[in-house]
């Protein structure tokens, strides 16, 4: 990512949680619980998810910042979400979490120097990333769940 397209990113990444809150209201709670297949999440879970990623995120931010070099944890989304009962998890709760985790990071990078920016840390399935390449990723992640979210929902409305 370019110096210039940051700003925009940054701003995307800010808005993550609006975004997402917004979403919600375009799907009835009634079908949150709805999986349009075994292997396939409801949006319950999507947003559990969501939150135990950005939790992920908000630790592997500060590893990039400030232990450059060092490994990022990884972890299998589906055995959390199947060992940690996401349908047991209140959205709620994690809708708050989500916005109190990412606002957090926001205020912590807005303003970081330059050359952090260009920090690097091993990720086990992607390989080296720098700080750049931690906030495409989870600039887009609410995004691309809504997606998720939207086909679930349509599956929903044709059964």
Known sequence: MSRTDRPTTLTTYANAHSLLTEALTRFPKEMWRFKPSETDWSIHEIVVHITDSEANSYIRARRLIAEPGRTLMDYDENAWANGLDYHGLDTE????LFRWLRGTTYKLIKDLPEATWSHTA??????????????????????DHIGQMEAVFSTWEKK
Do not use: I, K
Request: glycine letters at 4%; zero cysteines.
């Open 122 to 143: 091993y990720h086990p399935e992607n390989g080296d990333m720098t700080l750049d390449d931690w906030l495409e990723t989870y600039a887009r992640h609410v995004s």
């Open 93 to 96: 709760d994690a809708v708050e």
